[in-house]
C-alpha cells in the first residue's frame, strides 16, 4: 500500500511538472503511463533476469507467494515439498501443456526422476531450455560419451559450466565441478542465479 501511495504522489508531481513546461494533455497522458508501467515492472524486471542479491531476489519471492510460478521456484530453491506441491499443482490446472512443461520438468529433475522428466522436457516451447533439460538428462540417464558430446553442442555460457558441474559430480570430481558450478554463477543472472547459488551451497559447491 505504501509503494502504491509513494507512486500515486509521484505520478501527479510528474504531471505537474509536464504541466509547466507546456506540454500537451496528450503527451503528457502518454509520458505519464510511460512512467507508471516502468515503476511497476522495473523491480520485478531486475529481479528476475538481472539482480544477484540472493537475500533480496528471497524477499521478492517471498512477497509474490500468490504467483505459483514464483512459489515453485522459491520452494523448489529452498526445499519445501508442500510448496512445491501445491504451486505445481496450481499451474497445471492454470495453464496448458506446452506452458507447464519447463516446470514439471524442473520438479522431476528436482526429483531426479528422470524417466518422467524425458516425459515432459520435448514439451518445452523454448529450444535452449529444452536442450539445456535434454543434456541434464542424458548426463543422468544416458552414455557416457553421449553425455559429452551433448554437453558440447550447448552455447558457451552459464548453461553450459552448471552441464559440466552435474557432468563432474556424477562422475565423482569435486573439484572440476566446483569449479564449472563458480564459472557458471559468474555467468548468470536473476532467477536462475538464484536457483543456481542455492543449489550449489546445498551441495557444498560453493561457500557461503
Do not use: C
Not at 535434454?134 to 553442442?153: F, M, P, Q, R, Y
Amino acid at each position: 500500500m505504501a509503494r502504491f501511495i509513494t507512486l500515486i504522489f509521484f505520478s501527479f508531481l510528474f504531471i505537474f511538472i509536464l504541466s509547466l513546461i507546456g506540454l500537451r494533455p496528450i503527451h503528457i497522458m502518454i509520458l505519464t503511463f510511460i512512467l507508471l508501467l516502468i515503476s511497476l515492472y522495473l523491480p520485478t524486471l531486475y529481479y528476475v533476469y538481472f539482480s544477484r542479491d540472493v537475500d533480496k531476489i528471497n524477499q521478492f519471492l517471498l512477497k509474490r507467494q500468490h504467483s505459483p510460478s514464483f512459489k515453485l521456484l522459491y520452494s523448489l530453491a529452498n526445499n519445501d515439498d508442500i510448496g512445491i506441491e501445491e504451486a505445481l499443482d496450481t499451474l497445471i490446472h492454470r495453464q496448458n501443456k506446452q506452458n507447464t512443461a519447463i516446470y514439471e520438468t524442473l520438479y522431476y529433475v528436482y526429483k531426479k526422476d528422470f524417466s518422467r522428466a524425458e516425459q515432459t522436457v520435448k514439451q518445452i516451447n523454448h529450444k535452449l531450455y529444452r536442450t539445456y533439460y535434454e543434456v541434464l538428462i542424458i548426463i543422468h540417464t544416458g552414455d557416457k560419451n553421449d553425455a559429452h558430446a551433448a554437453i558440447e553442442s550447448v552455447p558457451n555460457g552459464w548453461m553450459k559450466d552448471a552441464l559440466y558441474t552435474e557432468w563432474y559430480q556424477s562422475h565423482n570430481e569435486p573439484l572440476k565441478a566446483r569449479e564449472h558450478a563458480q564459472a557458471a554463477l559468474h555467468k548468470v543472472k536473476g532467477l536462475n542465479y538464484y536457483l543456481l547459488y542455492k543449489t550449489y551451497v546445498k551441495e557444498g559447491l560453493y561457500a557461503l
